[in-house]
């Protein structure tokens, strides 16, 4: 039986703020086919976050992590001014205000983590892999999204994981521990450049070899994906390949760019970008009325 | 914006690619009833801009949906871009 | 009296054939496992046993299948599209359309009442476009992929698939399980899917009938229902749909 993605679950909240004083109370939850994020932004500032397993029912997923994110703040859904659904379950986000694509929100997420500085995203969640161009005020102005192909995605990286039964966390670490950079493995397929591994581990290769070249294969792939929509700097990678080094190393030498980081968790793009998009839809209706 | 819309596989990139900048200017949106496969609709996108976009229901099949247009041999100019005045589509293969 | 053999080298089994004027006197299949070369050598002498032959008494080998350089003794080789119409125009005249899906590639091929190759099309590279993927999902349904076949044919209840990876296809099925979903149901929107991937290179290369299923997956009576609602048409099923394209490179072997 496969496992799905694997992280934990988590949320934060500001205990110095009293969001009270706050004048704009804005949401953005996003509801991704593996994890749920809610975000709470106050006047511009991040405030709380809840980010959980995604579970059968979309609409049952966003309200989990709403619940938790406001736990412990006194905030209650009333309190909050506008809310934006995200993600691949966006339209089934019941007490959002509206619903915004997971790229447009990325990017205007990622231009708060990172900065305005930020001009190029990669994303690899857990069943997609996203390039996402945009300006210094966090408008797209160019994306390619794939969910239709699990290479260079969390779960094809999880395959390769479970096949050498090694954590995923230690994937990226493992896969450095070589004294020479292996050729890739062939195929791109994961079903298929699993079946190389498998005889490559029969030759004798240490799973660190073997890993090796897997990543090396994934940063080649995603690294196409991101010459096809151009990289500009400053470029940052979010989602949960963010933390495999083995990738994001191999990654940055084939484009020649290294990274931006960043202290926020990666995997707030998308519900952040969402509430501050809520922001900005909130401050014109109160502007128009 | 520059959108792509596709995927790649092992067989390769399959991209039909939009820029809504040169889509936005286009009145008569000709694309939508020039693809035989329905390939195109017209959305409103997350910045309010009413532009073309590739059906969801097509963007993880686009090798098979764009096939009936793309013989191997003697290949006539795809009708979609024939249509695209403004000559915002592109395809990657 | 002239002898014969073809070799399909291909990603999950090896089949030999091997002909005496024409006619099949021999015929093995065996796994390719991890060592391609040893295997194909027990096929190939696996069908030289049954024809009661020798290595020596076979003047020409013709290889085919993605390993065919593993093959033994093969003077030459010939693409799997070409050794497939071989093979299937020897015994369906009238075919026009020859659908090859194997473990790890699908194949369209429109030919012509010569026999020759007019145009093709493939799904490769991608486990979601061959037997792989029926594979991988009888795995998630703890189904012996023998059986998925047939258990599909007792589903009255069509579902979509929405996923086009075999990698998240699985994880499809495992939702759609933990949702309760008859095993049978999830077993034909498995085929109906493939099906489609099917279809849609058969539409490619334009099909017209006699329509042949030979490979593999052939052997799937779920697939072969999917397919022959998808095309709309019948789909013609010979005996030993797996050993086509080695029938086809013994064939080719006699004009060496």
């Known amino acids: 039986m496969p496992e799905y993605w694997r992280w934990t679950e988590q949320r934060w909240h500001d205990q110095d703020r009293d969001w009270h004083d706050g004048e704009l109370v804005t949401a953005g939850v996003d ?10 932004v106050v006047d511009g500032e991040l405030y709380a976050f809840a980010s959980r397993r995604t579970g059968s029912d979309s609409p049952e997923s966003a309200k989990r992590a709403m619940d938790w994110a406001l736990e412990g703040t006194g905030m209650t859904l009333d309190d909050i001014g506008f809310v934006v659904g995200t993600g691949y379950g966006r339209v089934n986000v019941p007490f959002s205000n509206k619903a915004v694509t997971e790229i447009a929100c990325h990017a205007r997420g990622a231009n708060f983590m990172y900065g305005p500085s930020v001009r190029t995203v990669l994303d690899m969640g857990g069943q997609d892999c996203k390039v996402i161009r945009c300006d210094e005020r966090g408008k797209v102005t160019a994306f390619a999204m794939n969910d239709k192909c699990a290479a260079g995605t969390g779960r094809g990286m999880e395959v390769f994981a479970d096949l050498l039964a090694v954590s995923i966390e230690e994937v990226g670490e493992l896969s450095l521990q070589v004294e020479e950079e292996p ?90 970008g969402a509430a501050l998009f809520a922001q900005n839809l909130l401050r014109k209706q109160r502007g128009a009325s | 914006m520059k959108a792509h819309y596709g995927y790649k596989d092992g067989a390769g990139d399959f991209f039909v690619t939009i820029d809504t900048d040169r889509c936005l200017v286009c009145e008569d949106r000709r694309c939508v009833p020039a693809c035989p496969s329905g390939v195109f609709e017209i959305i409103v996108d997350d910045y309010d801009d009413e532009v073309a976009a590739v059906v969801e229901d097509h ?12 013989p191997d041999r003697d290949r006539p100019p795809l009708p979609c871009i024939a249509a695209c005045a403004p000559g915002a589509i592109s395809h990657s293969w | 009296m002239m002898i014969t053999a073809g070799i399909d080298v291909g990603a999950k089994t090896i089949k030999a054939v091997v002909l005496r004027d024409g006619d099949i006197v021999g015929k093995a299949m065996t796994l390719a496992g991890f060592d391609a070369r040893e295997s194909a050598e027990q096929a190939f ?20 299948g993605a390993g065919r350089r593993y093959a033994p003794h093969a003077k030459g080789d010939i693409s799997e599209v070409s050794s497939a119409v071989k093979g299937v125009i020897e015994r369906h005249p009238a075919a026009r359309t020859v659908i090859d899906v194997g473990a790890e590639e699908g194949r369209a091929i429109r030919c012509n009442e010569e026999g020759n ?33 047939s258990m599909s044919l007792t589903s009255t209840n069509p579902i979509p698939m929405n996923a086009q990876c075999a990698v998240f296809a699985e994880s499809e099925v495992v939702s759609l399980l933990h949702a309760r979903t008859p095993k049978q149901d999830i077993a034909r929107a498995v085929h109906d899917a493939i099906a489609s991937r099917i279809v849609s290179l058969a539409r490619k290369v334009g099909f017209a009938p006699e329509v042949v299923l030979v490979g593999g997956l052939a052997r799937n009576v779920g697939f072969v229902d999917s397919l022959q609602r998808a095309l709309g048409c019948a789909v013609v099923v010979p005996n030993d749909p797996e050993y086509f394209g080695a029938f086809g490179a013994a064939l080719a072997a006699r004009n060496v």
């Not at chain 1, 509801?31 to 709470?40: E, H, L």
């Open chain 3, 45 to 64: 002498s696996s069908a030289l046993a049954q024809a009661g032959i020798t290595v020596d008494d076979v003047q020409h080998v013709v290889a085919t």
């Open chain 2, 59 to 70: 963007r993880k099949t686009l090798k098979y949906s764009c096939a009936p247009c793309k």
């Open chain 1, 183 to 272: 050729p890739p493995v062939s195929c791109t397929c994961v079903v298929f450049a699993k079946s190389e591994a498998t005889g490559l581990l029969r030759e004798g290769w240490p799973k660190s070899k073997v890993l090796a070249s897997y990543c090396s294969a994934m940063s080649h792939r995603v690294s196409t994906l991101l010459e096809q929509v151009g990289v500009e700097e400053d470029f940052a990678i979010t989602g949960g390949i963010a933390k495999n080094v083995g990738v994001v190393k191999r990654l940055e030498n084939e484009i020649g760019v290294k990274a931006l980081k960043t202290t926020y968790d990666t995997q707030i793009a998308g519900g952040l």
């Open chain 1, 31 to 40: 509801v991704g086919s593996v994890s749920s994020q809610a975000v709470i």
């Open chain 3, 117 to 149: 190759v007019v145009d093709f099309a493939l799904n490769e590279k991608c486990a979601a476009g061959a037997g792989a993927f029926t594979e991988a999902m009888s795995r998630a349904l703890e189904v012996a992929v023998e059986d998925l076949g």
